[in-house]
C-alpha cells in the first residue's frame, strides 16, 4: 500500500510539473529561431537539412511542440508554427520581449535555483557576470518600465522637467521614449557596463539630446556641479547591499534639485502581491555575492526617512511579480502637486510625510 501512495503522489507531482514543458520548448525554438523555420509548413528533414541541426534532436523537439500546442502538424509529415500561440517567439525584433524573459529566466534563474542545494551545503555563493548577462538584464528591464512610462511622462509635464539622469540605463529605451514625446529634455543615461553603453549610443543616434556615460551610479555624478529635475532609479536596489542603499541615497542628494524627483521602480519582497514570483526572485539574488535580497516596504520606508526623502505613490504595476514603483522627493512639501489617475494604475499623491508613513505602516 505504500509503495501505491508513493507511485500516485510521483504521478501526481509529474502531472502538476508539466507545465515547464511549453517554457523549455519556447526557449529552444528561439534560441535556434526554428519558430521561423516552421513559419510554414516544412518536414523536419527540410528543416535539419537547411540548418544543420541534428535530425533526432530536432524530430523530439517536434513532438514536444505538437504536445503543447506550439507547432501544428499537417498533411505529408510537415509541421507549422501555431502564430496565435508563438507570435511573440517570431522574427528579429529589436525589442525581443517574451524572448528576453525567456532567455533570463532559463540561462539566469532556474540554473542558479538548481544550483541552490550545492550553494548552501558549500556555503560559496554564485557570481553574476554583468558583462555576460547584462545585455539580457536590460531587455527586460526596458520591458518592465514600460508600465511606469504614463506616469513619468505625466510627472515631467506636471513639474517641468528639464533635465533626466537615468542610473542603470540599460540600452537607453525609456530615453528614447521620453525624447518623442520630450525633445526639449537634456537627458543623461549612465550604466557600469561598457557594451551596453555602446549599444545605447548607437541606438539613440537619431537623439541629439541623450548622451550615455560609462560610470557607478554610487559615485557618478554631472560635470560642472550641474542639479538634476528627475532621476530614474529603475530596478537598481537588488545589485546594492542593503547597507549601501542609504548611502546611495545621501549621494543623490549632491545633484538632485530642491524641487526634483526619483523615480523608483523595484521588485519588493513580503508584499501581498506576487508572493510566489518575489519570493523566487528573492531567492535567485540571495544566491549570487554580488546581489542582494529585494527590499520590503518597511526597509524602504526606513531609508527613506533617514535620508530625508518624501516618499508617495507606492503602486504596484506588475502585480504578478511584485513590482512596485514610487516616487522619492528630497523636499518635504509636495501638497501642489496634482492628483493623478492613470489608466492602470492606484496611484494618489499623499499630501504629507506623515500621511505617507502612515499609508507605508498600515501596508507591511
Request: one cysteine or more.
Amino acid at each position: 500500500m505504500n509503495e501505491w501512495v508513493t507511485a500516485m503522489q510521483a504521478r501526481k507531482w509529474m502531472k502538476k510539473n508539466e507545465s515547464f514543458l511549453p517554457s523549455w520548448h519556447a526557449y529552444v525554438g528561439s534560441e535556434l529561431g526554428l519558430f521561423d523555420e516552421f513559419k510554414t509548413a516544412r518536414t523536419v528533414e527540410a528543416i535539419s537539412e537547411k540548418t544543420g541541426y541534428p535530425y533526432d534532436l530536432l524530430a523530439s523537439w517536434v513532438k514536444v511542440g505538437v504536445a503543447v500546442k506550439h507547432l501544428k502538424k499537417r498533411p505529408n509529415n510537415r509541421y507549422r508554427t501555431s502564430k496565435r500561440k508563438c507570435a511573440s517567439l517570431m522574427g528579429d525584433d529589436q525589442s525581443p520581449g517574451v524572448k528576453a524573459l525567456l532567455k533570463e529566466m532559463m540561462e539566469l534563474h532556474l540554473p542558479t535555483l538548481l544550483k541552490y542545494p550545492d550553494i548552501m551545503k558549500s556555503q560559496e555563493r554564485a557570481e553574476f557576470n554583468h558583462e555576460r548577462h547584462g545585455e539580457v538584464v536590460a531587455e527586460t528591464s526596458a520591458l518592465l518600465e514600460h508600465f511606469a512610462i504614463k506616469k513619468i511622462k505625466r510627472m515631467i509635464k506636471d513639474k517641468k522637467v528639464t533635465s533626466v539622469v537615468d542610473l542603470g540605463c540599460g540600452y537607453g529605451g525609456y530615453l528614447r521614449k521620453l525624447a518623442m514625446e520630450y525633445p526639449h529634455l537634456e537627458m543623461i543615461g549612465v550604466d557600469i557596463n561598457q557594451k551596453v553603453i555602446e549599444k545605447a549610443r548607437t541606438l539613440s543616434e537619431g537623439y541629439p539630446n541623450i548622451s550615455f556615460e560609462v560610470g557607478d551610479i554610487n559615485e557618478w555624478k554631472p560635470r560642472d556641479g550641474e542639479k538634476v529635475d528627475l532621476v530614474l532609479l529603475h530596478n537598481i536596489f537588488h545589485y546594492i547591499h542593503p547597507e549601501d542603499r542609504r548611502g546611495l541615497l545621501n549621494h543623490l542628494h549632491t545633484y538632485v534639485s530642491k524641487q526634483g524627483l526619483i523615480s523608483v521602480i523595484t521588485p519588493i519582497n513580503e508584499t501581498e502581491h506576487g508572493e510566489a514570483f518575489s519570493s523566487a526572485f528573492n531567492s535567485f539574488f540571495v544566491a549570487h555575492s554580488n546581489l542582494f535580497a529585494l527590499p520590503n516596504k518597511g526597509e524602504l520606508k526606513e531609508i527613506s526617512q533617514n535620508c530625508k526623502y518624501e516618499m508617495f505613490d507606492l503602486d504596484p504595476i506588475i502585480k504578478e511579480g511584485s513590482w512596485y514603483t514610487f516616487w522619492l522627493s528630497p523636499t518635504s512639501p509636495v501638497r501642489e502637486m496634482k492628483h493623478t489617475q492613470m489608466a492602470g494604475s492606484s496611484e494618489q499623491t499623499l499630501s504629507t510625510s506623515t500621511s505617507s508613513t502612515n499609508e507605508l505602516t498600515r501596508s507591511s
